[in-house]
């Protein structure tokens, strides 16, 4: 095997926003699988916000990424080489697989997808991790009833745009928070949303109180920070907030910003939980199943932002801390 690899190794823990010099980037030959491995060449690569926090030090619900390890990242591709029966050549396999070219593997953490079920992006973005998390926070956690109003953050990205239409699709008024007048447009024009709050040019508390008149039952929070406390201003009796992220508050170099509102969960007899995704992955086959049952009837569309390239990683993951990726963010690689 006359392969070699590119990948992005942490170098250092960033400060603030992620820069280049955060990581090196390094090729080497690939090695053939031993005993129970196997060999993956990634075609997609996920970029999530929380790619900023592995590379913290700090104490999460998973390890830090390494100084000099490859940086971590879910990924799909398909098997040159398997010496693990559960796996054969042409698979296409999908996983923490990392920030590179080639990925030698054993299997641990990878499942399977059929690219004759759905095109292959869509595992990285509605039927994968933003999808899933989507589903189950929603659903599990935020438990909206129909007729009630739902509030997203985040709402014309991977995470919040599956929200949002998954509470229309439970008979709910969705009010979506988002910035700029381009992604509020599509979230209330193409995905049905009943209104959209620009919070880059709008009070989003005065503008929670005219959407949400009878109060917010359900707040799905993605960012943090004051756009929360809007929130919790504007929360109806027995309403539930669900923690699902707090991307403005990833790259603060002082500490994080709490909720300063937040005896209006005592007023209103209301509760806010945390979510982490990983805690379902036993029930991901049911909610793929009825999200692509969903996307065949014409009720859930999905959007990809699909960047070329993996040497563009550094620059490309900041995309998501700009507000400058419009749908699930993935970089692509050649296929050969
Ligand atoms: N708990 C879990 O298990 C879990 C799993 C997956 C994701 N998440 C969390 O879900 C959230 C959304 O993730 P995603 O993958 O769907 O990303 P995404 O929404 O597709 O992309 C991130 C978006 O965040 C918005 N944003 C960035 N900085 C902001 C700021 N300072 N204030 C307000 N909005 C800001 C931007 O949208 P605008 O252009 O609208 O500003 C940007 O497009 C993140 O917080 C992520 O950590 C949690």
């Known amino acids: 095997m006359n392969l070699i690899n590119h990948k992005f190794e942490l170098a250092a823990r960033p400060v603030g926003l992620p820069k280049r010099s955060d990581w090196n980037y390094k090729q080497e030959s690939v090695r053939e699988p031993g005993d129970g ?83 292959l992006p869509l595992y990285l973005s509605v039927l994968g991790m933003p999808g899933m998390t989507a589903y189950f926070a929603l659903l599990d956690v935020g438990r909206p009833r129909p007729g009630q109003t739902v509030v997203v ?52 508390v005065k503008a929670l109180r005219t959407h949400c008149p009878t109060g917010i039952d359900v707040y799905f929070d993605n960012v ?26 990833y790259n603060n170099t002082t500490p994080i910003k709490g909720p300063s509102n937040y005896l209006s969960l005592l007023v209103n ?24 049952g969903w996307m065949a009837a014409g009720k859930l569309q999905s959007r990809e932002d699909i960047v070329d390239g993996l040497d563009t990683f550094p620059e490309t993951l900041l995309k998501l801390f700009t507000g400058e990726n419009f749908g699930k963010l993935i970089l692509k690689l050649p296929e050969a």
């Open 37 to 119: 491995e196997l060999l993956v060449k990634i075609l997609y690569i996920s970029l999530d916000p929380a790619m900023r926090g592995w590379m913290n030090e700090s104490k999460s619900y998973i390890p830090p990424v390494g100084i000099g390890e490859t940086m971590r990242a879910l990924a799909l591709g398909r098997v040159l080489a398997s010496q693990n029966a559960n796996f054969a050549v042409g698979d296409h396999v999908y996983g923490p697989l990392g920030v590179q070219a080639f990925a030698t593997t054993n299997g641990n953490g990878i499942i399977k997808v059929d690219p004759r079920l759905a095109s």
């Open 153 to 204: 953050s985040g709402a014309a990205g991977a995470v919040g745009s599956i929200v949002g239409q998954i509470a229309k699709i439970k008979g709910c008024r969705v009010v979506g928070i988002a910035g700029g007048a381009k992604k509020c447009q599509y979230i209330v024009k193409e995905l049905g949303f009943d209104a959209a709050i620009d919070y880059k040019t709008e009070s989003v």
């Open 224 to 249: 943090g920070g004051g756009i929360l406390d809007a929130a919790l201003a504007q929360l109806a009796r027995g309403a539930r907030v669900v923690i699902c992220g707090a991307i403005s508050q």
């Open 269 to 292: 007899r209301a509760s806010m939980t945390g979510f982490l995704v990983s805690d379902y992955a036993g029930r991901f086959a049911e909610a793929a199943r009825e999200m692509a």
